[in-house]
């Protein structure tokens, strides 16, 4: 699959919303760090490794900034550095051209600004592989996230020579493991404290494997020593994206910055709703909150336990209520599932034939369509580029549209 660009953003005054609001409008884009004084550049730049950096320079660091940006730029002569909104002052323009800067925008970012002086990565990045990373999180506690995300991820791996790991960050309760039963000798707590490269063999290393060729990232074995850091969460993800073509995360439930990471870096999320007034009360505020902090054309409403006979509350009446369209529904079967659940073999296994397996093919099948139609659509097949996607700009002003 055509590679998403790697973007991290680096400031030591203050976040700039304008970029962060431009590159999340872009298409074929991946937020993969945001960072601040409490980096080590370097190792982070190698450890994630980003197609670009771009680094806020309005505020008082800035002189600080861009002589540490020299180094950064010979140390990491690939990488695209662009700085954003550094005031008009005659010292620092010198400052930013000894810096060597690929390109300087200024703030308020406009996104088509930003496209621009992103294309020069986009080019550079060729046709070096990617996986999709697919997010799934529940709307309350018990909603089916990680029934899903397991089966989803043995459903996508059944497919011919797809590789598909699937990574466990309910860090204190998370159950990826025992639903897939397997048991690993390491954990996303030992991959965390690695200071090497995520390359392939550390992966390998890391991570179980499952039966069905799914490579399990569990959740680190102690609940109470449960922290891993943002900068290495991002740079396990970017490394996972590298290797794998689907990367399937079941995430906690919480708004917090461990799931921003995520979100950052999905090509979809998948938001696990159930036909009952909390859960779709819970989602509703789960989009008001991602809403200006999230892509939402990445969002997919799932609506899990539909029952056989229809009552009050419908997934059409999901549907309007949260004004998105419903993704995929998933039938209620408690027996079926149940019975696969305890004995940690996955639904789409243990019993294929059910009408809950048929809706995880489905499902998978969904989003096979959507990374077919984003492979196409990047190499310029018969899709028009879409006005905000990288490829789409490239191919607008190198005339092959
Ligand atoms: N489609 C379904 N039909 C019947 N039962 C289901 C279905 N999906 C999930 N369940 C059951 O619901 C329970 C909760 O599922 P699961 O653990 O996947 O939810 P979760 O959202 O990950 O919960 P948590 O908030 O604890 O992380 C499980 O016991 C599972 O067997
Ligand atoms: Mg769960």
Known sequence: MARALKVATYQLDGEDESLRSALLSIDGLRIAGQWDASVELDGVIRQSRIDVLTVVLSGPSSPKLLERLGSVAREHPELTVIGVGLPND????????????????DSPVDPERLLQALAGA?????SRPSGRLIAVRGTGGGSGATTIAANLAVELAKRKER???????????????????????HTLAELAQQS???????????????????????RPRDPENANVSLVKLSAILNALLENFDWVVVDEPGRSDMTARVVQDLADA????????????????????????GFNMDRMRVLVNRVPKKGGVFTAEKVAD??????????????????????????????APDSKVAAAFT?????LEGEASRTRAAAAGADQPPSGKSIMGWLRDRLGRG
Request: aromatic content about 4%; glycine content about 4%.
């Open 90 to 105: 005659p010292e620092l323009l010198k400052l930013a051209m000894r810096a060597r800067l690929s390109e300087l925008i």
């Open 122 to 126: 986009a080019e550079k990045l060729a």
């Open 163 to 185: 590789r598909v790991a699937v990574v466990d960050l309910d860090l204190k309760f998370g159950h990826v493991a025992t639903m897939l039963d397997v048991s690993p000798t």
């Open 196 to 218: 090497e490269e995520y390359d392939e063999r550390l992966l390998n290393n890391a991570l179980a494997k499952h039966e069905s060729g799914v490579s399990v990232l569990a």
């Open 269 to 292: 999320l998948l938001l696990v709703t159930q036909l009952a007034v909390p859960s779709v009360r819970n989602a509703s505020q789960i989009i008001a909150a991602l809403t200006g």
């Open 321 to 350: 209520t949260l004004k998105r369209p419903i993704f995929c529904e998933i039938p209620d079967d408690w027996e079926t599932v149940s019975h696969a659940v305890n004995l940690g073999v996955p639904v789409v296994l243990d």
């Open 362 to 366: 489905r499902l998978a099948g969904l």
